[in-house]
């Protein structure tokens, strides 16, 4: 089978396709056929060496965190009735045409519910939902989103949008901006203009998603809650706000079985229509260097998915 290995730390080129041995499920796992892959930008800087020792990561590895697709086989233990079901999962080496899993991480996914949209949801859906249920949204408020326009930035727009917020939007270009309102925002601020948090005035609750001085800047006009879970722009954002509670990344750090629960809840809000993941663009696997470019010239619209 082919596979896209990472065989060093650096740019986008050192990721390379390659023939691998097909994996073989032992007992209490499955082999899955891979039709996306999801790609986050952990990706894209765990590839560049960023936290190599705190994610264990050495090159040559195969990237990836999350797939979805159709079991093949089962293994020791497991209930043939699997074979032929559609499944999600977070899992690492997922830049792969097959991957096996723990049954224990399986998600089924639900019926009319396409399995991109299930790859584009078990890491942007997991977590937006993780954040978003800490921060209490209440009808009325007014709720920041940074990297508005990104995967999980949609989803945070759309969440707060349901509960009654009003949402402002805050992205870099047109394109993104315009994505914001489409999705929920009722204003849309460009953050590379100077003055932008300015314009914005405050806000009650903040998700941020960018980190760095959009970060900071963003936590100078918060109100009440901010959660500090991107660093897409150079660390998480960091900084004194008197009266705010201020969370950080460990609201994306779940349990297999939290996650697994929480991506279930997603793949249900996405069927009843609560939550509608922007796939914005999708790559060969084997350009799989293609969609790191696109992440990382922050030229990607919401979300960018591999597919077998």
Same mark, same amino acid.
């Given at each position: ?29 499955v082999?899955?056929?891979?039709? %996306?892959?999801?790609?986050?930008? $952990? *990706?894209?800087?765990?590839?560049? !060496?960023? #936290? ?5 990561? &050495? /090159? ?16 020791e ?28 991480d ?5 019926e ?51 509960a ?6 805050? %992205?870099?270009?047109?394109?993104? $901006? *315009?994505?914001?309102?489409?999705? !929920?925002? #009722? ?5 590379? &203009? /100077? ?16 980190g760095?001085?959009?970060g ?11 959660s ?81």
């Amino acid at each position: 089978m082919r596979v896209v290995r990472a065989v060093g730390f650096g740019g986008p080129e050192v990721l390379e396709v390659a023939e691998a041995p097909e994996p073989v499920p032992v007992a209490g796992e499955v082999l899955v056929e891979v039709s %996306a892959a999801d790609v986050i930008f $952990l *990706d894209t800087q765990l590839r560049t !060496g960023w #936290a190599s020792e705190a994610f264990g990561i &050495e /090159p040559p590895y195969v990237p990836g965190f999350g797939v979805a697709g159709r079991i093949a086989q089962v293994g020791e233990g497991v209930e043939e009735a699997w074979v032929g079901a559609e499944v999600a999962a977070r899992v690492p080496g997922a830049y792969a045409e097959q991957v096996v899993v723990k049954v224990g991480d399986l998600v089924k996914v639900p019926e009319g519910l396409d399995k991109k949209a299930a790859a584009a949801l078990l890491h942007d859906g997991v977590t937006a939902l993780g954040v978003f249920d800490n921060a209490q949204v209440k009808p009325g408020e007014r709720v920041l989103v940074t990297a508005a326009a990104g995967g999980l930035g949609i989803l945070l727009v759309q969440l707060a949008r349901a509960a009654g917020a009003t949402v402002i939007g805050a %992205a870099r270009g047109k394109k993104k $901006l *315009d994505l914001a309102r489409e999705h !929920g925002a #009722a204003e849309a601020v460009d953050y590379t &203009e /100077p003055g932008w948090a300015e314009q914005v005035g405050s806000a009650d609750v903040v998700f941020d998603g960018a980190g760095g001085e959009i970060g900071r800047a963003a936590l100078k006009i918060t109100k009440r809650w901010f959660s500090a879970h991107g660093a897409a722009s150079g660390g998480f954002a960091e900084g004194d706000a008197p009266g705010v509670t201020v969370r950080g990344i460990e609201q994306a750090q779940f349990t297999p079985e939290q996650a697994v629960r929480l991506a279930e809840r997603a793949l249900e809000d996405a069927v009843a229509g609560r939550m509608n993941p922007v796939i914005g663009q999708t790559f060969p696997l084997a350009e799989a260097a293609k969609a790191h470019e696109a992440l990382g010239a922050r030229a990607a619209l919401g979300k960018t998915l591999l597919v077998v």
